[in-house]
């Protein structure tokens, strides 16, 4: 099985900030999701990526997917209170099965 | 558009007694996964449909657990004995094939006391 680890664990950043959330694996995946779960919640698609060294938008959110498609980063620029939450890779292992990274919980400060 | 939906959201049991949880998914959507989250973890897959037959099941569940998609649409998850070490959120999410793209349910918080 193959292991996805998120780094970091936690960050606790100021409104305005950036930051930078990394997805690593020493395995290849076909496609690579980022999710958002706040507590009590159900993880809520962000992303997916499929393309080595592909880079996606989503506002303020920047998705890449390593160009061998092992890692994937998540940049947030100018970070919101409204951006805190638990942030959850999850790499596809063949057509079907999906694992979980150990997730990166951010809180931003107003 | 009606999204995943899970029944209940919430379920206190004392330990030994059996619970089921209900999970409906996107309607045109045939692949059904259930996954489990501790506290602080990400989730952990546990079992996969398609349609209404199930493909994998994960060595996370022992026998005490069991899935059904009786019909290729809602699915049923039960848990039989119950431990405290069941305590968890359970996570139902469905996709249609293809995209790899999943959507999950408000999932069902499991508490054995």
């Known amino acids: 099985t193959q292991l996805l680890e998120q780094s970091p664990q936690f960050l606790s950043i100021q409104e305005g900030e950036n930051l930078t959330v990394y997805c690593n694996s020493s395995?290849?995946?076909?496609?690579l999701q980022w999710y958002r779960q706040e507590p009590g919640e159900g993880p809520v698609l962000l992303v997916t990526?499929?393309?080595?060294?592909e880079v996606k938008k989503l506002k303020r959110l920047t998705f890449q997917f390593g160009d061998a498609r092992k890692d994937s980063s998540l940049h947030i620029t100018a970070a919101q209170p409204g951006d805190t939450g638990l942030y959850l890779c999850?790499?596809?292992?063949?057509?079907?099965?999906?694992?979980f990274g150990t997730g990166t919980r951010l809180k931003v400060l107003a | 558009d009606t999204g995943v939906s899970q029944d209940p959201r919430h379920k206190i049991t004392k330990r030994g007694q059996n619970v089921t949880f209900r999970c409906d998914p996107i309607?045109?959507?045939?692949?059904l996964y259930w996954y489990r989250q501790t506290l602080g973890q990400g989730p952990e897959f546990l079992t996969y449909f398609q349609n209404e037959a199930q493909l994998e099941k994960s060595r996370l569940l022992s026998d005490r657990f069991s899935a059904e998609r009786p019909k290729g649409s809602f699915s049923t998850l039960e848990i039989q004995r119950t431990e405290q070490g069941d305590s968890a959120m359970y996570l139902c999410?469905?996709?249609?094939?293809?995209?790899?793209?999943?959507?999950f349910g408000p999932g069902t918080r499991l508490t054995v006391t």
């Open positions: 395995s290849v995946f076909s496609s």
């Open positions: 309607s045109e959507h045939n692949r």
């Open positions: 990526v499929v393309t080595g060294g």
């Open positions: 999850a790499g596809a292992e063949g057509t079907y099965k999906y694992i």
């Open positions: 999410a469905s996709s249609s094939p293809g995209p790899y793209e999943q959507y």
